[in-house]
Every structure is written in C-alpha cells, then in structure tokens.
C-alpha cells in the first residue's frame, strides 16, 4: 500500500502508536486466524524493537529529533543527523586563505595598465592655479588609481604655503581628482625694515613674502593697508625686528601670537571694525578701527571684557572719540573731541589737530611719545596715591 501511495505521489497518513494491551490483542488476533509462526514472531520482534526505542529516548531526553527517529524505527529503518564541529584553527587558515587572495587580487589589478593615472584635474584657488597644484603632486609615472599613495600626494601639494587641506578622489579608470582648500591669510604683517611685508595664516603659519614698494604719496603702511583691505585681512605694523618669518612654519614670536590671540579672541561684530593692529611688544598691542579711533590694548587677556568697554563708549560717545585706553579694562581711559575732527571710514589714527588732514609720519610718532609720557604720569599719579593711602592708612 505504501508503495502505491509513493506512485501516487501522496503521503502515508502517520499513525497512532497502539498501546500494549493493542499489540497482545493483535497478536492473539493473528493466532485465531491462524497466522504463520513466522508472521507472529515478526510483529512480535517488531514490538519488542519500539519498546527499545521508547526506552532509548526517554533515557536520553530527546524530542522532535528522538521523535523521528521513533516514527523512522516504525517504519523499519532509522537514521541519523550529522554533528558539525566547529575548529578555530580551521577557520583561521580559512580567513587567512581568503586575506591572501584579496591581496593577490589588488596586487594584479593595481598593475593593469588601465588603471594607470593619465590626468590629474585641480580646481585652481585664488594663489594657486590647476597647473601649479598638478605639478606640485609629482605622481610618479606609471602610476595606478589602485596604489596611488594619496597621503604622499597631499604633503607634496602642501608644500605651497597656500595649501590648507587636500581632499582626493579617484575617478575611474584613470583620473585623479584633487581639491585644495587655501590658507586663508588673517593679517599682513609689516617688518620693521618697511620694504617686506608676510602673509600669515589664522592658524599662524607664514604664508609669503611681498615686496612694498613705495612713493612720495603712499608709506610703506598705506602700501601694506591697501594690500589687506584688498584681501580682506588685517594688517599688523610695528612689529620687532627679531620677527623672522620661514614660509610654511607656524610664528614663534611672542609678540605676533598675542595679536593673534586677540584677532581670534575678539568677535566677529567688533572685528570687521578692526583696521590694523600695532604690536612694538606683548605689553605694547594696539589697534586702529575703521572709524580711525586708536584702542590702546595692552596683553592679550581680558579680551572679552575689553571689547565690551570699547563697544560701551563708543556708544556713550559716538563720533566723539579719538583715543580709547583699555589695558587695564576696569580703569579705562578716553580721550574726547568734537565730531568735525573725525575722518569716519578712513582708517587712519585721528590726531586732533583741528585740520582733519590725515596725520603724518612725524605726528604719528609725536602722538605715541606724548601717549607715552601720559601714561607715565598716570602711572606715576597712581603709584603716588597708592603711597599717600598707605600712609593715611599707618597714621590712622
């Protein structure tokens, strides 16, 4: 019959397993229709092999699995299912095995000759051009997309001051794309000799040099301002002349770090304000806004508070003030004029001389010597209240 049912493509409907009592019932059955011994020694053997079945799985726990095996012991037949083992040292070679054949993978496709870097396109920046960028790479001949040393490329690119980040991306099959993202210049620095000035970086990296070149109707200040305003940085005079820039390497100068700070420390409001900075030592910083207000600043700290006494009476006193003195900010000092002697915009020092002409060098130098001696006598002034107190204090 289950022949048949397997022709018919159908499946034996599973039976009950009889109880005890059913199989001594079948077998007296068997006995009464006068069945054969060897049928009844059969089924009898038939019996005794379930039984060993059931005893066997209920010792070793099984269950969906144990029970397959009983309904395929039912059946005439048992089996097995196979046990996987798992080897670490086995998967290891593996993993290793696949590891060396990606490697000799790369390795034949990095020399195919299609790969081989025929162009490099660069966009141009404002100092350097696509031209200048594809020869500072120096990829070497023969050269693929696939081992292209891209760090390598970035450094020699870099060598150009002007060059900030590099970002490059292969473009297959044989392009390389590069991107620099240019330096930007913070301030133009003057050097005390006035015939060079140095383009330097907000991350205080010396970018270039550029030749100042002057006339009887520009000083090598006008020439540098001009310079910055067209870039739209600040310019920084006065420097010392221990300054000694390198292009490419960051300022180790104490006095030029300390203009940096406050370029940095200030914010963006007050300091599109800012005009040129003015830095003869760290003790000794100043600047110039746009307004031609001279702001005697002192160290580069309390900059914040700094700027919020600067913006306050500027405030108080619009168009109004020439000289404001912050080094010390809890004790500021300002000097006042009338409106007529402001040149707004022009972003010179005022000099109030009554007859708004922008000031001369010889003024220029005039009015920092009597800021000088002003602010020795203030000192002196306070040095002497300080020792009346003392004394007053001690009497008392």
């Keep these: 019959m289950a022949a048949d049912l397997g022709r018919k493509g159908l499946k034996p409907t599973p039976r009950k397993?009889?109880?005890?009592?059913?199989?001594?019932?079948?077998?007296?059955?068997?006995?009464?229709?006068?069945?054969?011994?060897?049928?009844?020694?059969?089924?009898?053997?038939?019996?005794?092999?379930?039984?060993?079945?059931?005893?066997?799985?209920?010792?070793?726990?099984l269950n969906s699995t144990g029970t397959a095996k009983t309904a395929a012991a039912s059946k005439?037949?048992?089996?097995?299912?196979?046990?996987?083992?798992?080897?670490?040292i086995r998967a290891l070679i593996g993993i290793a095995v696949t590891a060396i054949s990606l490697l000799l993978l790369l390795l034949i496709l990095s020399q195919l000759p299609v790969f081989v870097i025929e162009s490099i396109d660069a966009d141009s920046t404002q100092h350097m051009d696509s031209e200048s960028i594809a020869k500072l790479a120096s990829v070497p001949a023969g050269t693929t997309l696939l081992n292209v040393n891209t760090s390598e490329?970035?450094?020699?690119?870099?060598?150009?001051?002007?060059?900030?980040?590099?970002?490059i991306r292969r473009e297959f099959p044989n392009?390389?794309?590069?991107?620099?993202?240019?330096?930007?210049?913070?301030?133009?620095?003057?050097m005390s000799s006035g015939d060079i000035a140095w383009y330097i970086g907000d991350d205080g990296v010396w970018i270039e040099p550029f030749k100042i070149t002057t006339s009887k109707d520009e000083s090598a200040t006008d020439v540098a301002l001009r310079q910055a305003n067209?870039?739209?940085?600040?310019?920084?005079?006065?420097?010392?002349?221990?300054?000694?820039?390198?292009?490419?390497?960051?300022t180790t100068d104490a006095t030029v770090l300390a203009v940096l700070k406050?370029?940095?420390?200030?914010?963006?409001?007050?300091?599109?304000?800012?005009?040129?900075?003015?830095?003869?030592?760290?003790?000794?910083?100043?600047?110039?806004?746009?307004?031609?207000?001279?702001?005697?600043?002192?160290?580069?700290?309390?900059?914040?508070?700094?700027?919020?006494?600067?913006?306050?009476?500027?405030?108080?006193y619009p168009n109004q003030i020439t000289y404001i003195n912050v080094r010390v900010p809890s004790k500021p000092s300002y000097r006042k004029v009338g409106a007529e002697s402001v040149n707004p915009g022009s972003g010179g020092r005022v000099v109030n001389d009554g007859t708004g002409n922008p000031p001369s060098d010889a003024d220029e130098a005039a009015a920092k010597a009597k800021e000088a001696s002003e602010n020795q006598q203030s000192k002196n002034s306070d040095d002497s209240n300080t020792s009346e107190s003392d004394k007053n204090s001690n009497n008392g």
């Design 17 to 61: 397993k009889p109880t005890k009592r059913e199989e001594k019932r079948a077998v007296k059955q068997l006995k009464k229709r006068g069945a054969s011994p060897a049928r009844i020694a059969a089924k009898q053997s038939m019996q005794a092999r379930m039984q060993n079945v059931n005893v066997r799985d209920a010792a070793a726990g």
């Design 76 to 88: 005439g037949f048992s089996f097995s299912l196979p046990q996987l083992s798992f080897s670490p």
């Design 153 to 167: 490329i970035a450094q020699n690119i870099q060598k150009n001051p002007w060059a900030g980040e590099v970002h």
């Design 175 to 190: 392009k390389l794309k590069v991107q620099v993202e240019e330096r930007k210049a913070s301030a133009i620095v003057l």
């Design 230 to 250: 067209q870039l739209g940085c600040l310019l920084i005079t006065s420097v010392p002349s221990s300054v000694t820039p390198k292009a490419a390497s960051k």
């Design 262 to 316: 406050y370029i940095n420390g200030f914010s963006s409001d007050f300091s599109k304000n800012i005009v040129s900075y003015s830095a003869a030592s760290t003790e000794s910083i100043s600047c110039v806004l746009s307004s031609g207000v001279e702001v005697s600043l002192g160290t580069a700290s309390d900059i914040t508070t700094k700027e919020s006494v600067v913006s306050q009476l500027l405030t108080q």
